[in-house]
């Protein structure tokens, strides 16, 4: 036998047959509620409020997700495939361009000028947010086209495509979202919120009139009220979206940025401390007349972060401006150069202290420096005024609208004479009264003069009967009588 063979038998022999092991049978897993019926009554109780909430949470995300969607579909407005919009990116912020339009038709914003161009650039960290007005008559480079013309143009030949294009080749920006609304959305909005409170100057009356007509006539409103004299009072929406407009002899296009933006702030804060049920009424009535690229996501990130966004600072833009016209035809030049400008945009704007702007914005500067400078060569440049744009106070209503100089009328129903202070001060004690003086004595009364005693007429003479006078000698002088010199005269009567 080989030694193969042996170790085969060997191997046969000596093994041991395992007996082989059974599979184990899973158990069926009991259903949910009967593993809650299994449980203590304590765990019941809990196991149950956790299913109600979730349930709450999945039907609330639901419907708000179904809302939303609905609202998203309505206004939103893809810009178009494959646009370039020369994007250059700041870190850390979020830039979203508004625009405001004189149209009741929001199907088509193309050729339509924009009223109001508005920068928002919100700071992802601290969730301030700086609103810098653009001049709609600025003179900038018009998207990739060889044109040069106000920026409020841009929206008539472009739409918001343009506008962003030349916005970002002229400020070095990346505005890629946009939300664009009418007059009578930020009329009913104004409405919506109760109003707002201004203090509206003399000069602004006539001009604030007038266009409250005007707007009213354009978004169909026939029941307005006009404002009939100065100081602070309440707005209504078609007055507050005509302050924003006033413009001729008030302060022109430099002014009217500046109220426009106190509008937005006033409305701004009023709406981010109301309940949602609120402002899902405006959100209702305003969606129609509302048009943005933003997406369902973008919508929902800033809608949770609203109540702690801030309004800290705002601006016209450019800060330095040349103003003028060119054969009858207004316009507002980067006072200084667009280099300038946008340098100090960056730094007032996203704190970027050393900006140096980039190729594109440089040759956009020189462009428009030797555009201003052949149109005065040819005389064809007139009307020149130069400034400066301020930074914006924060914008506040007063306290007490009805009641601006903070002083109590005990005449009105509503007055209150306040409360006990908690820690009262002590009296003033009174002054001693002074003693009086004595009073003067009186002198005694003087004792008046006899009466002189008349001396008795003369008795007339007779005319003619006196013996004529017989002239007496020379008087002796002064001192002296006659025959006694040097003695005391004495004379008898």
Not at 89 to 104: A, E, K
Not at 149 to 177: F, R, W
């Amino acid at each position: 036998m080989s030694r193969a063979d042996k170790h085969r038998e060997a191997s046969s022999t000596g093994s041991v047959q395992q007996p082989k092991q059974q599979k184990q049978t899973k158990q069926p897993k009991q259903p949910l509620m009967q593993r809650i019926k299994e449980m203590k009554t304590g765990y019941k109780v809990a196991a149950l409020v956790v299913i109600i909430l979730l349930l709450a949470v999945i039907i609330v995300g639901a419907v708000v997700w179904s809302y939303m969607n609905r609202v998203v579909d309505e206004m939103h407005e893809p810009i178009q495939e494959n646009y370039d919009l020369s994007l250059v990116g700041v870190d850390g912020y979020i830039n979203i361009l508004l625009l405001g339009v004189d149209s009741r038709n929001m199907d088509n914003i193309k050729g339509t000028r924009s009223d109001m161009i508005m920068i928002a650039s919100i700071n992802e960290e601290t969730n301030d947010v700086t609103l810098t007005s653009v001049y709609r008559d600025t003179y900038l480079k018009l998207g990739d086209t060889a044109t040069y013309d106000k920026i409020t143009h841009a929206c008539v030949y472009g739409g918001p495509e343009m506008t962003m294009k030349s916005l970002n080749q002229a400020l070095d920006i990346d505005l890629s979202q946009y939300v664009i609304v009418n007059f009578k959305t930020v009329a009913d909005v104004v409405d919506a919120v109760g109003g707002i409170t201004v203090d509206v100057q003399q000069y602004e009356i006539n001009q604030l009139n007038k266009y409250t007509r005007q707007t009213a006539r354009n978004i169909g409103k026939k029941d307005y009220n006009l404002v009939k004299a100065p100081g602070v009072q309440t707005l209504e929406g078609v007055q507050a979206v005509s302050y924003g407009r006033i413009r001729k002899g008030t302060g022109d296009d430099i002014k009217r940025t500046e109220r426009m933006r106190t509008v937005v702030s006033l409305v701004f804060q009023k709406v981010k401390t109301m309940p949602f049920s609120d402002v899902k009424k405006i959100i209702d009535m305003a969606v129609p007349q509302v048009k943005t690229n933003l997406q369902m996501n973008d919508i929902l990130a800033l809608g949770f972060r609203l109540p702690k966004y801030n309004i800290a600072s705002g601006s016209g833009w450019p800060y330095k401006w040349t103003s003028g016209y060119i054969k009858g035809v207004s316009y507002v030049f980067p006072g200084g150069s667009l280099i300038n400008n946008t340098t100090e945009f960056h730094k007032e704007v996203f704190g970027q202290e050393d900006y140096t702007t980039s190729l594109t914005v440089n040759t956009i500067s020189n462009e428009i420096n030797n555009r201003i400078q052949a149109a005065k060569a040819a005389k064809e440049l007139d009307k020149i005024k130069e400034g400066e744009t301020k930074k914006d106070e924060p914008a506040a209503e007063p306290t007490d609208p009805d009641n601006p100089d903070g002083v109590d009328d005990p005449d009105d129903p509503d007055y209150n004479p306040g409360t006990d202070p908690s820690n009262p001060t002590e009296p003033v004690v009174p002054t001693e009264p002074t003693t009086p003086t004595e009073p003067t004595v009186p002198t005694e009364p003087t004792v008046p003069t006899e009466p002189t005693v008349p001396t008795e007429p003369t008795t007339p003479t007779t005319p003619g009967t006196t013996e004529p006078t017989v002239p007496t000698g020379p008087s002796a002088p002064s001192g002296q009588t006659a025959g006694s010199p040097g003695g005391t005269s004495v004379q008898g009567t």
